[in-house]
């Protein structure tokens, strides 16, 4: 009889237990839902220029900044233009912005000077060098990783810089050897770091003309001056509008047609080539044609 008894009395504890553990997991899951942070469905474009540089005069570097600014107070909640002294303070700006308004990162244009004399890709932010070299600088790679929390599959991020996306090699200025520009290795790395989106960069100029912003073939072209007609740019002429992607989601790295921005800094690829929607071809061959020794000074 005892025994029946206290069988009786474990069943009924266990049972008590169990539904105790029961009400208390499924309590936990529920809070578990009401913590989880609001996903963030709005997205804002930037715009990110260089600080200028004190006593250096940079016209083009001036008028971006006039514009993109312009833009920017007219249209605040998609459009953000940033001027940064280095990739630190960039980050930061960023940041700000995007909890702002609690969004995610749509396009964001890193507009620069590339240096073919140095020999590689690069796009500076500030005093800030970003290329495949300074990738690997723990400095750099943590202003971008601070990012990578607001990118999104569809977020885009466009070296706005002359060959910042060249894979070609380079004769130097003296011709005496020749150097890879490793710009296929900046895309891919910069893509790693943010770990999701797509990468954009130029295998040639990028002609930053007033119709940026109004879906032009703005990007495509080539500066007039003399020294550009020297024989090392011949790569270069040769990959006139010729824009590189790399997608982070597939590691697809492949050629696309020239890129642009609507009026709102989103991202917007041409239906055509530069050479056809520009009828350029005759004009590179012409140019190719002309090209001579000593003329970088």
């Not at 280095?86 to 980050?91: C, I, T």
């Not at 130097?172 to 990468?199: A, E, F, P, Q």
């Given at each position: 009889m005892k025994s029946a008894?206290?069988?009786?009395?474990?069943?009924f504890c266990t049972l008590c237990s169990y539904t105790?553990?029961?009400?208390?997991?499924?309590?936990?899951?529920?809070?578990?839902?009401?913590?989880?942070p609001v996903k963030k469905q709005k997205k804002l474009n930037f715009f990110i220029i260089s600080k200028r540089q004190k006593g250096k005069l940079d016209l083009a570097t001036r008028f971006n900044i006039f514009r993109s600014k312009i833009k920017s107070t007219m249209r605040p909640e998609k459009f953000v233009a940033i001027?940064?002294?280095?990739?630190?303070?960039?980050?930061?700006?960023?940041?700000?912005r995007l909890e702002k308004y609690n969004a995610t990162i749509g396009t964001i244009w890193f507009d620069s000077h590339g240096i073919y004399k140095k020999g590689h890709s690069l796009f500076?932010?500030?005093?800030?060098?970003?290329?495949?070299?300074?990738?690997?600088d723990s400095l750099v790679t943590q202003s971008f990783g601070e990012l990578s929390a607001y990118a999104t599959e569809e977020t885009k991020l466009v070296i706005g810089s002359c060959y910042?996306?060249?894979?070609?090699?380079?004769?130097?200025?003296?011709?005496?050897?020749?150097?890879?520009?490793?710009?296929?290795?900046?895309?891919?790395?910069?893509?790693?770091?943010?770990?999701?989106?797509?990468?954009?960069?130029?295998?040639?100029?990028v002609m930053t003309k007033p119709g940026l912003f109004k879906r032009k073939v703005a990007v495509g072209g080539a500066p007039g001056r003399k020294l550009f007609r020297d024989v090392c740019y011949e790569p270069v002429w040769k990959k006139v509008g010729v824009w590189n992607q790399y997608n982070v989601s597939n590691s697809c790295f492949q050629?696309?047609?020239?890129?642009?921005?609507?009026?709102?800094?989103?991202?917007?690829?041409?239906?055509?080539?530069?050479?056809?929607?520009?009828?350029?071809?005759?004009?590179?061959n012409k140019n190719l044609s002309k090209l001579k020794a000593d003329l970088y000074k």
């Open positions: 008894i206290i069988t009786t009395v474990i069943t105790q553990q029961n009400y208390t997991g499924s309590k936990a899951t529920n809070q578990d839902i009401h913590t989880e001027v940064a002294e280095n990739a630190e303070v960039m980050s930061a700006k960023v940041r700000y500076q932010i500030g005093s800030t060098e970003v290329s495949f070299k300074t990738l690997k910042g996306g060249a894979t070609y090699e380079r004769s130097s200025i003296d011709y005496k050897d020749t150097t890879r520009m490793n710009g296929d290795s900046l895309m891919i790395g910069l893509g790693k770091i943010m770990k999701k989106g797509i990468v954009y960069g130029s295998e040639s100029w050629s696309i047609n020239p890129v642009a921005l609507d009026p709102n800094g989103n991202l917007v690829i041409r239906g055509e080539s530069f050479l056809v929607e520009k009828n350029f071809k005759k004009e590179l």
